[in-house]
């Protein structure tokens, strides 16, 4: 269930989500879009979180959980990602911080588990 703004600022903010997508192996950010921080490995992008209030985060997601994850209050479809089980979290609060970091780490695995073994030597992970 989604709380709201307040427990989202408790359960994780824009520093700490940057601070925990960084902390992962072989991980870059940049800006696209114009306001859009984005996370990713191996130049394939993981997660990004909108840096205009109201910050909303995107990320990939498994297509057995992309249903039941969009059909919660306060998630939706990625726009323009949403073919490739990407889901949007409008209200952050949506999740805890162990909910964060457990689909942050979720999403970053899915894109690693895509590269070769030579590409996954190449950037030590």
Wanted: charged content about 25%.
């Amino acid at each position: 269930m989604c709380f709201g703004v307040f427990v989202a600022i408790y359960a994780m903010n824009i520093e700490e989500f940057r601070e925990f997508c960084l902390s992962l192996p072989a991980v870059t950010e940049d800006i696209k879009w114009g306001d859009n921080l984005v996370f990713s490995v191996g130049e394939k992008m993981f997660c990004l979180a909108d840096l205009n209030p109201p910050n909303r985060f995107s990320l990939k997601v498994p297509p057995e959980q992309f249903d039941d994850l969009t059909s919660r209050r306060g998630i939706i479809q990625a726009p323009y990602f949403a073919r490739n089980m990407w889901i949007c979290v409008e209200n952050p609060g949506c999740f805890n911080r162990e909910e964060w970091e457990f689909y942050l780490k979720q999403s970053y695995d899915l894109i690693i588990s895509k590269f070769s073994k030579k590409k996954r030597e190449e950037l030590g992970i």
